[in-house]
């Protein structure tokens, strides 16, 4: 029967593929079995950025009472997911299996130190990200990350639902605290955020959906303008490009307030407010294709134009298109024309 055999097995070589990533055993492997039970003496893996060591007992009869510890390296993010294009940093896992082997239970912790991650189309790294996620066959809870987002603190806590050896949902809730960020030359950004990140398998992308407060927003970038007031009236619209909905990954929902938004360039000074007493600000889309809903209300500032300063004294701007961002202007600016002729009046030109 299965509880009289004994004796020792001696492997020299074991590979195995787990996740897309080589395995194989760092030194041999042994395990003694008596009447019935394998007890392993000794069983540690290795592969890229990958240490294990395997610890336990496993039999027919009473099943599986086995032991995964070890250190991943978390830079093989950066070659096994098309979003993440740099990582670093390792994952220290403790990991406990028990139960039948045709379907085991698996309990286990896992903790995420130092780790930094850069993402496709996102300018700012996740730095300094430590945390701690314990799960089941079932359930992953993500408890205690936090990483630094620019100058400022990024906190997340979630759980994850596991079915069919896959995601079958999750919820995150995000929060970001006195972020400071440059996403391009000549835009300086501050802001406070609260948003949730969700996904069940009736969405045909993750959704994130939250608020951003606006600390500070500074637009110091040139600007040219036509050189007509003719072709000022007539702008054109950058190309889009190509777009395939198949490569979204988000779609997103984040409604905007905060403090005003400050333009200091060549061409203008002036303060533009969000304008939300008749409807919300919002950033919406996907990933690849973002557009803006809402209004901004113009306040006191100046515009150059030629030789000329002109005080803007009020004007409204409009974001209808979900696509893309494309305002429609409704400004009205003024200024003063001094003729050298004392006979003539000087104008006062809207």
Do not use: C, K
């Not at 996102?122 to 990200?129: A, H, R, S, T």
């Not at 314990?134 to 993500?142: D, Q």
């Not at 400022?152 to 995000?174: E, H, K, P």
């Amino acid at each position: 029967s299965d509880d009289t055999y004994g004796g020792d097995l001696h492997l020299d070589t074991l590979e195995v593929e787990v996740a897309g990533i080589p395995i194989r055993n760092d030194g041999p492997i042994d395990v003694h079995f008596v009447r019935g039970e394998g007890r392993i003496q000794r069983m540690a893996l290795a592969g890229p950025g990958t240490e294990l060591n395997v610890s336990g007992r496993a039999s027919l009869r009473t099943g599986l009472r086995t032991r995964v510890d070890g250190v991943v390296d978390l830079g093989l993010l950066a070659t096994t997911s098309p979003t993440v294009t740099d990582a670093r940093g390792r994952l220290e896992l403790g990991v406990r299996i028990s139960g039948d082997a045709s379907d085991p239970s698996v309990f286990g912790e896992a903790r995420v130190v130092d780790g930094a991650f850069r993402f496709a189309g996102f300018p700012v790294p996740l730095e300094e990200l430590n945390g701690h996620v314990t799960f089941s066959s079932h359930r992953l809870i993500f408890e205690d990350i936090h990483a630094r987002l620019g100058s400022g603190w990024v906190d997340v806590a979630g759980v994850a639902t596991i079915a069919d050896g896959g995601l079958r949902d999750y919820a995150f809730d995000v929060g970001v605290r006195d972020a400071a960020l440059r996403p391009m030359a000549g835009v300086d950004l501050g802001f406070d955020a609260q948003a949730r990140l969700h996904w069940e398998p009736s969405m045909r992308l993750p959704m994130l959906r939250g608020q951003v407060q606006l600390e500070r927003l500074v637009y110091s970038r040139a600007t040219s303008l036509s050189p007509t007031l003719g072709e000022l009236n007539r702008p054109e619209l950058e190309g889009l490009g190509e777009y395939d909905p198949a490569n979204d990954n988000l779609d997103v929902e984040l409604t905007i307030t905060g403090r005003p938004i400050r333009v200091r360039n060549n061409l203008l000074t002036v303060d533009i407010a969000i304008a939300d007493h008749d409807r919300p600000f919002q950033i919406v889309g996907t990933d690849q294709r973002l557009g803006v809903l809402g209004q901004l209300a113009v306040q006191r500032g100046s515009v150059r134009f030629r030789n000329a300063v002109l005080e803007m004294r009020n004007g409204d701007i409009r974001f209808d298109d979900a696509t893309r961002i494309n305002p429609s202007f409704d400004v009205t600016a003024e200024t003063d024309i001094r003729t050298r002729d004392l006979d003539r009046n000087d104008w006062r030109i809207s």
